[in-house]
C-alpha cells in the first residue's frame, strides 16, 4: 500500500483531532469518512419489483453493497466492475487494509507463530478474514477467498495448524484464488498446514505389503480435483499417496516450514489415473501427480460445478457448467475465465434471490449495507461461534455445507444480531441509524410514513411484495417512528427478514 502525502496529512490530522477522545474506538471509521468511505448524504432506493442487476451482483460476486457501492458501480458499468475485480492487485484498497494490518501474526513466518498463543491466533485469523471480507473493495477476491478457503478446508484446532493457517491463507488461498487451479492445488498439497490437517508429514515409503499414509490422497482426488465421481479407484488413491511420501517439516530452524526426505520417498513407479509416473522422479512426482489430477476431464467438471453453485444455484444449470468447464480446459485450469463466464451468463442474471446466505455472509453483507463502524471484536466472534459459522472452525475436509438446511437452525441468532447491530447494543459494531435513514430519505415525519417500504427496498435491492410491504408496515404502523428504539426494531425486522437472508 502506498500512501501519499496529502493521505498522511489527512490521516494526521484525524489523528490529531481524536486525541482528546481517549481511547475513541472510531477511529477508523473517521478516517474512512474523511477519505470516501462513509455513508454518503443521499442514496437512490429502487423502486423496481425485480431485485436490481448491480444489486445482485455485488451480492453475489461479494458480500453485499456498502452505501454508495451500487451507484459507484452503476456508473462504471457491471462489465467494467467485472474486469476489475478480476484483477484486484489495481484496486485501492488502503482504507482495508488501514483496518486489517493491526493483526501482527497474519503476516509473519509459522516459525514466528509459535511464540503467539492459540487464543490470539485463532482470533486473529478470523477477525482479520472478517473485516477484509466486510472493508475490502476487491469483493470478489474476498468471495473466492471464502470459497477455495472451504474447497480446501483446514480446521485450525487439530494440532499444529493454527499456528501454520496465517501462512496457509496468505501464500496458497489469496495467492492463487484468481490464478491458476493447477498453482492452487499444488501450493495447498505442500501447504505446511495441510501437511498436518491431512497427515500428509506423516506419509512415508512403506516396506513390501505396506500402505502409505492415505489421508491427503483421497482428499485430494475427492474433493480437491475429480470429485466424489470423478471416476477414480482406491488403486489410484493408494499410487497418489506413493507419491505424495517423504514431505515433513522443520521443527528446528525454519519451524513449520516443508522439506522433502528423499529417503522417505517412494521413488517407484507409479500408475496414477492411467498416466505412468517414472521412478526416480523424487519431489517432483508431487507436481506430475497434480498436473494428472488437473488435467482429468472430471476436474473440470467438479470445479466448474462448484463454481456455479456457489455464484449461481445450488443445483448448477447444467449449460452453464458445461460452459464453465469449457473455459477450464481451453484456459488450462485458469479461474478467471470461468468466473467471467459466470458472472456475465443469462443463468447469473437470472438467479436473483434464489440462495440462502450463510451466516458469515449473512453478518457480513448486515455490516456492509448498514455502513457499520467494527474492528471484528469478541462479540461479532461469537455471533458467528453460536450460528455454527466460525472461521476455520469447520473439523471435515468438505469444509462448511453450501446448501441452506444445515443453516436454518441459526435463524434465531441472526434475528438477534440485526436488532442488537441496530440498536447499537452488540458490542460488535456501531452504526449510525440517522445517518442512513437520512440518506435513504428518512429525514422528516412525513416521509416516514413510508420508512417500511423505503427501507425494504434500499436494503433488500426491490420493491417488496404487497405481502412483505404488509406484515412490515403493520409493525411500522404500532411504532412511533420518531423515537430512535422504534426506528432501530423496523430497520432490525428488515435485516432479519426472509427476504435480506436470500441473495
Same mark, same amino acid.
Not at 30 to 59: W, Y
Not at 231 to 240: M, S
Given at each position: 500500500?502506498?500512501?501519499?502525502?496529502?493521505?498522511?496529512?489527512?490521516?494526521?490530522?484525524?489523528?490529531?483531532?481524536?486525541?482528546?477522545?481517549?481511547?475513541?474506538?472510531?477511529?477508523?471509521?473517521?478516517?474512512?469518512?474523511?477519505?470516501?468511505?462513509?455513508?454518503?448524504?443521499?442514496?437512490?432506493?429502487?423502486?423496481?419489483?425485480?431485485?436490481?442487476?448491480?444489486?445482485?451482483?455485488?451480492?453475489?460476486?461479494?458480500?453485499?453493497?456498502?452505501?454508495?457501492?451500487?451507484?459507484?458501480?452503476?456508473?462504471?458499468?457491471?462489465?467494467?466492475?467485472?474486469?476489475?475485480? *478480476?484483477?484486484?492487485?489495481?484496486?485501492?484498497?488502503?482504507?482495508?487494509?488501514?483496518?486489517?494490518?493491526?493483526?501482527?501474526?497474519?503476516?509473519?513466518?509459522?516459525?514466528?507463530?509459535?511464540?503467539?498463543?492459540?487464543?490470539?491466533?485463532?482470533?486473529?485469523?478470523?477477525?482479520?478474514?472478517?473485516?477484509?471480507?466486510?472493508?475490502?473493495?476487491?469483493?470478489?477476491?474476498?468471495?473466492?477467498?471464502?470459497?477455495?478457503?472451504?474447497?480446501?478446508?483446514?480446521?485450525?484446532?487439530?494440532?499444529?495448524?493454527?499456528?501454520?493457517?496465517?501462512?496457509?491463507?496468505? /501464500?496458497?488461498?489469496?495467492?492463487?484464488?484468481?490464478?491458476?487451479?493447477?498453482?492452487?492445488?499444488?501450493?495447498?498439497?505442500?501447504?505446511? /498446514?495441510?501437511?498436518?490437517?491431512?497427515?500428509?508429514?506423516?506419509?512415508?515409503?512403506?516396506?513390501?505389503?505396506?500402505?502409505?499414509?492415505?489421508?491427503?490422497?483421497?482428499?485430494?482426488?475427492?474433493?480437491?480435483?475429480?470429485?466424489?465421481?470423478?471416476?477414480?479407484?482406491?488403486?489410484?488413491?493408494?499410487?497418489?499417496?506413493?507419491?505424495?511420501?517423504?514431505?515433513? *517439516?522443520?521443527?528446528?530452524?525454519?519451524?513449520?516450514?516443508?522439506?522433502?526426505?528423499?529417503?522417505?520417498?517412494?521413488?517407484?513407479?507409479?500408475?496414477?489415473? =492411467?498416466?505412468?509416473?517414472?521412478?526416480?522422479?523424487? /519431489?517432483?512426482?508431487?507436481?506430475?501427480?497434480?498436473?494428472? /489430477?488437473?488435467?482429468?476431464?472430471?476436474?473440470?467438471?467438479?470445479?466448474?460445478?462448484?463454481?456455479?453453485?456457489?455464484?449461481?444455484?445450488?443445483?448448477?444449470?447444467?449449460?452453464?457448467?458445461?460452459?464453465?468447464?469449457?473455459?477450464?480446459?481451453?484456459?488450462?485450469?485458469?479461474?478467471?475465465?470461468?468466473?467471467?463466464?459466470? *458472472?456475465?451468463?443469462?443463468?447469473?442474471?437470472?438467479?436473483?434471490?434464489?440462495?440462502?446466505?450463510?451466516?458469515?455472509?449473512?453478518?457480513?453483507?448486515?455490516?456492509?449495507?448498514?455502513?457499520?463502524?467494527?474492528?471484528? =471484536?469478541?462479540?461479532?466472534?461469537?455471533?458467528?461461534?453460536?450460528?455454527?459459522?466460525?472461521?476455520?472452525?469447520?473439523?471435515?475436509?468438505?469444509?462448511?455445507?453450501?446448501?441452506?438446511?444445515?443453516?436454518?437452525?441459526?435463524?434465531?441468532?441472526?434475528?438477534?444480531?440485526?436488532?442488537?447491530?441496530?440498536?447499537?447494543?452488540?458490542?460488535?459494531?456501531?452504526?449510525?441509524?440517522?445517518?442512513?435513514?437520512?440518506?435513504?430519505?428518512?429525514?422528516?415525519?412525513?416521509?416516514?410514513?413510508?420508512?417500511?417500504?423505503?427501507?425494504?427496498?434500499?436494503?433488500?435491492?426491490?420493491?417488496?411484495?404487497?405481502?412483505?410491504?404488509?406484515?412490515?408496515?403493520?409493525?411500522?404502523?404500532?411504532?412511533?417512528?420518531?423515537?430512535?428504539?422504534?426506528?432501530?426494531?423496523?430497520?432490525?425486522?428488515?435485516?432479519?427478514?426472509?427476504?435480506?437472508?436470500?441473495?
Amino acid at each position: 500500500m502506498k500512501v501519499t502525502r496529502r493521505d498522511f496529512l489527512a490521516i494526521s490530522g484525524l489523528i490529531g483531532c481524536s486525541l482528546p477522545l481517549s481511547g475513541c474506538s472510531n477511529l477508523n471509521g473517521l478516517i474512512a469518512d474523511r477519505m470516501g468511505g462513509g455513508i454518503p448524504e443521499k442514496l437512490p432506493v429502487t423502486n423496481d419489483p425485480q431485485i436490481d442487476p448491480v444489486f445482485h451482483l455485488l451480492s453475489r460476486a461479494g458480500f453485499g453493497p456498502r452505501p454508495g457501492d451500487i451507484e459507484r458501480v452503476r456508473q462504471q458499468g457491471t462489465k467494467a466492475w467485472i474486469e476489475e475485480q *478480476l484483477e484486484p492487485e489495481k484496486i485501492d484498497d488502503r482504507l482495508c487494509d488501514l483496518r486489517a494490518r493491526r493483526f501482527e501474526s497474519i503476516e509473519l513466518d509459522p516459525g514466528m507463530c509459535y511464540e503467539f498463543k492459540r487464543e490470539v491466533l485463532r482470533k486473529d485469523l478470523s477477525r482479520y478474514h472478517l473485516l477484509r471480507s466486510v472493508y475490502s473493495k476487491r469483493q470478489l477476491l474476498e468471495s473466492m477467498v471464502e470459497f477455495f478457503s472451504d474447497h480446501f478446508n483446514i480446521y485450525i484446532e487439530k494440532g499444529d495448524c493454527i499456528y501454520l493457517k496465517a501462512t496457509d491463507d496468505r /501464500a496458497v488461498i489469496r495467492k492463487n484464488a484468481l490464478g491458476c487451479f493447477r498453482d492452487l492445488v499444488l501450493a495447498s498439497a505442500l501447504s505446511p /498446514a495441510m501437511l498436518v490437517y491431512l497427515d500428509g508429514k506423516e506419509n512415508k515409503k512403506e516396506g513390501p505389503g505396506g500402505i502409505p499414509n492415505e489421508n491427503y490422497a483421497r482428499e485430494l482426488l475427492e474433493l480437491h480435483t475429480l470429485g466424489v465421481d470423478g471416476g477414480y479407484t482406491q488403486k489410484d488413491v493408494y499410487e497418489a499417496a506413493r507419491c505424495l511420501t517423504g514431505w515433513r *517439516l522443520h521443527s528446528g530452524k525454519g519451524r513449520g516450514t516443508a522439506y522433502f526426505d528423499k529417503s522417505l520417498h517412494d521413488d517407484g513407479e507409479k500408475v496414477v489415473l =492411467g498416466a505412468k509416473i517414472p521412478r526416480g522422479g523424487g /519431489a517432483k512426482d508431487v507436481e506430475l501427480l497434480v498436473d494428472i /489430477a488437473c488435467r482429468h476431464p472430471s476436474t473440470a467438471r467438479h470445479i466448474a460445478g462448484k463454481l456455479v453453485s456457489h455464484l449461481v444455484s445450488q443445483e448448477a444449470p447444467p449449460a452453464l457448467t458445461k460452459r464453465v468447464a469449457a473455459r477450464y480446459v481451453e484456459s488450462s485450469g485458469k479461474i478467471k475465465p470461468m468466473l467471467r463466464e459466470i *458472472l456475465l451468463s443469462q443463468e447469473f442474471r437470472s438467479s436473483a434471490g434464489l440462495k440462502m446466505k450463510r451466516p458469515f455472509h449473512y453478518v457480513v453483507s448486515c455490516l456492509r449495507a448498514t455502513g457499520a463502524d467494527t474492528m471484528a =471484536g469478541d462479540q461479532l466472534l461469537e455471533y458467528l461461534t453460536r450460528m455454527g459459522h466460525g472461521p476455520f472452525q469447520y473439523p471435515t475436509p468438505d469444509g462448511y455445507p453450501a446448501e441452506a438446511n444445515p443453516w436454518l437452525g441459526t435463524l434465531l441468532w441472526r434475528w438477534n444480531f440485526a436488532f442488537a447491530l441496530c440498536s447499537n447494543s452488540s458490542g460488535a459494531a456501531k452504526i449510525s441509524l440517522s445517518r442512513l435513514w437520512s440518506a435513504v430519505g428518512l429525514n422528516d415525519a412525513s416521509a416516514r410514513s413510508n420508512a417500511a417500504e423505503i427501507l425494504f427496498s434500499y436494503f433488500v435491492g426491490r420493491r417488496p411484495q404487497n405481502s412483505e410491504l404488509a406484515a412490515i408496515q403493520e409493525f411500522a404502523d404500532q411504532r412511533n417512528l420518531e423515537d430512535e428504539m422504534a426506528r432501530a426494531e423496523l430497520t432490525g425486522l428488515i435485516l432479519s427478514s426472509p427476504a435480506f437472508q436470500k441473495v
